[in-house]
């Protein structure tokens, strides 16, 4: 049973940082590629990060460029999303997901297991 959760979503004011936290089954989160996706109200769900199994290849959408940072710990099957100068757009759901394969993604259709979200909403 592969699980898949995050955490430390919240009310920020733009400007401000947010730490997003993400919980995988070792065996599958610590071997595969790991993304986050967001989706506000009225929109299709968007890419954001993803990482490949060892932290060797690095993705971003070119909105979170600069201001958010993807890593990951192994030894504790844990991803992260830092995000920095954070702006009302950034407003959304956010999903951790795991890939099918070792090497990351920017396509929701690559990824095999969702967590629930955690809703992350920057006041201006």
């Known amino acids: 049973q592969v699980q898949v959760a995050e955490s430390g979503g919240g009310l920020v004011q733009a400007g401000n940082s947010l730490r997003l936290s993400c919980a995988a089954s070792?065996?599958?989160?610590?071997?595969?590629?790991m993304g986050w996706f967001r989706q506000a109200p009225g929109k299709e769900r968007e890419f954001v990060a993803s990482?490949?199994?060892?932290?060797?290849?690095?993705y971003y959408h070119d909105s979170v460029k600069g201001r958010f940072t993807i890593s990951r710990d192994n030894t504790k099957g844990m991803v992260y999303l830092q995000m920095n100068s954070l702006e009302p757009e950034d407003t959304a759901v956010y999903f951790c997901?795991?890939?099918?394969?070792?090497?990351?993604?920017?396509?929701?259709?690559?990824?095999?297991?969702w967590g629930q979200g955690t809703q992350v909403t920057v006041s201006s």
């Open positions: 997901a795991v890939s099918r394969l070792a090497a990351a993604a920017t396509t929701p259709e690559t990824y095999r297991y």
């Open positions: 070792k065996r599958t989160g610590t071997n595969n590629g």
């Open positions: 990482i490949s199994w060892n932290g060797g290849n690095i």
